[in-house]
């Protein structure tokens, strides 16, 4: 049954901005303050990650457990509405978070059917493990800088990143962030700025353990620029500074049915729906580059 935006199930899986020396996340920690105005209606933030999960079970119907990175946010909200209208009887739970966070969860025995990853190592670290069953590719994404409206710093180009006093990235294990690293590699050997990673690293007050979080620091005015997936550049609330094609990076977002899955038919029906031309539909209308290649 279709449910209005106030009513989409949804949980806000959470992990700790910094990671510890091993590369794991920590668990624990609390949203910031000024984070929680900013959560959809319907998403509520957890209060850690627990080995069963965060979400609540629905009262009636078949359950359908979705973890899936914060970035697919929207787009998954949209995709369970259409395929709950195709799925009479099958509720879809949505349970947002850093791919790495999710993953961690998954190892830990949290209850889950489906996971999609904006980061091919997390889905390739579960599947090597006997976690993940029949990975696919589903969508990519690309990074953007934004600035809070009227670029108060004067951010009018990438290069202008090195200049910014408040630069804002993900942590090195959580996707967005690792690509942000990425792309400061690459801009440093292709666009003829030596020093560049460097210089703009000395100017990362803050490292956030998903991309919404990384966003949300410049729509408070916490930062003056920071690097995010295009997808979440919402106009209105942020402004674009575009990365130069030659050293932006293809986020490839992969999808899989988790072992074990209680529901294993209908775990399948959400993959070949979010791969399906109506799946597909959905998520470009949200900014994903849809992967036709990958159903042919």
């Excluded at 180009?157 to 959580?174: K, W």
């Amino acid at each position: 049954m279709r449910k209005g935006p106030a009513a989409r199930r949804g949980v806000l899986a959470r992990g700790t901005p910094a990671a510890n020396p091993s590369g794991a996340p920590r668990a624990g920690g609390a949203v910031r303050p000024g984070l929680m105005g900013l959560l959809r209606p319907g998403i509520v933030a957890c209060a850690a990650v627990m080995p069963t999960g965060c979400a609540p079970d629905p009262p009636t119907g078949e359950s359908l457990r979705i973890f899936a990175a914060s970035s697919l946010t929207e787009a998954f909200q949209e995709m369970a509405d259409a395929f709950e209208d195709a799925s009479p009887g099958t509720d879809a739970v949505l349970v947002f978070a850093g791919s790495q966070v999710l993953r961690l969860q998954i190892e830990q025995g949290a209850r889950a059917d489906i996971f999609a990853s904006a980061d091919p190592r997390h889905m390739e670290s579960l599947a090597q493990e006997g976690l993940v069953t029949g990975p696919r590719l589903l969508a990519e994404n690309e990074l953007v800088v934004i600035v809070p409206p009227g670029n108060p710093a004067g951010i009018e180009a990438f290069a202008d990143l090195a200049g910014a006093d408040r630069v804002v990235i993900g942590t090195p294990n959580v996707p967005v962030g690792a690509y942000a690293r990425e792309v400061l590699r690459r801009a440093e050997a292709v666009g003829a700025l030596p020093g560049f990673e460097e210089a703009v690293m000395r100017r990362v007050v803050s490292e956030e353990s998903n991309v919404r979080q990384v966003r949300a620091k410049v729509e408070l005015g916490e930062a003056d620029a920071a690097l995010v997936y295009r997808t979440d550049a919402v106009p209105g609330r942020v402004t674009t500074v575009q990365v130069p094609p030659r050293a932006n990076v293809r986020a490839r977002y992969l999808i899989g049915v988790v072992a074990g899955t209680r529901n294993p038919a209908a775990a399948e029906r959400w993959v070949a729906f979010a791969s399906s031309p109506e799946g597909r539909r959905i998520l470009s209308r949200h900014g994903f580059h849809t992967v036709v290649r990958a159903a042919q």
